[in-house]
């Protein structure tokens, strides 16, 4: 288990970490940046050495951390917890994967799994957590999708969602996780409407990834990609 490495945060949000969920054990290697906000240049510390990753503190108290999330980071993997607010314009998918393929030496992740992760991410944070519905071709609708995109990033309660991407490599693969807390997908419901409209984008990461499977109600993607070895590359 990382110890969590407390960096700019009262001591009223240091409470709102889970106890018990990821203790302080100091004689653990790699440490989990923890703060109140994250820009850009700590995302790309917290995925650098001696780290494993960042938790950014929920605006709300409640830091409700995801089962892959712990999982992977319990069992060596890295990992990030951040608001959509801070992982909307961040590169948080290049980043993410080209550090996780490093660690798990699994050779360079190539263009496609970088956007498969990309994808994945970005359909959790628009469609999961900030709740727009997918695009359809026409620029009326596009003109509809940018306003409803900008309303809302402005509410205050979507734009504070947790979205988690975490990730290991074992088996001779590559497991990545994405987890957003919006309102989920059938995945074989219908094309329109709140039940269907997550699929858009599936396609691309199901021709990228082994395997793809959507749990929690679709509030849940797990990608599985085969390692390539860094002596094989």
Excluded at 2 to 15: V, Y
Aim: aromatic share 6%; glycine share 12%.
């Amino acid at each position: 288990m990382p110890r969590l490495l407390f960096e700019e945060c009262s001591s009223a949000e240091l409470a709102t970490v889970l106890p018990g969920r990821l203790n302080r054990h100091e004689n653990d290697a790699g440490e989990i940046l923890v703060k109140a906000d994250f820009q850009e240049d700590d995302i790309v510390r917290a995925l650098r050495a001696p780290f494993r990753g960042g938790i950014q503190l929920a605006a709300d108290g409640e830091s409700r951390l995801g089962e892959y999330f712990l999982g992977h980071l319990r069992d060596g993997g890295i990992g990030l917890s951040l608001s959509t607010g801070a992982a909307y314009d961040a590169d948080v998918a290049g980043r993410f994967v080209q550090a996780l393929w490093r660690r798990a030496a699994a050779g360079p992740a190539d263009e496609a799994i970088c956007l498969a992760v990309h994808e994945a991410l970005a359909n959790a944070l628009v469609h999961g957590n900030l709740e727009v519905p997918r695009l359809d071709e026409d620029l009326d609708a596009f003109l509809g999708h940018c306003e409803l995109l900008e309303e809302a990033k402005n509410d205050p309660a979507r734009w504070g969602r947790r979205i988690e991407i975490s990730g290991i490599g074992k088996n001779g693969a590559v497991e990545v996780a994405i987890q957003d807390q919006g309102l989920g997908y059938q995945v074989h419901g219908p094309e329109t409407g709140k039940a269907g409209h997550r699929l858009h984008g599936l396609e691309l990461i199901h021709a990228c990834a082994s395997t793809v499977r959507v749990e929690d109600g679709g509030r849940c993607l797990v990608l599985v990609f085969p390692m390539q070895r860094s002596d094989e590359s």
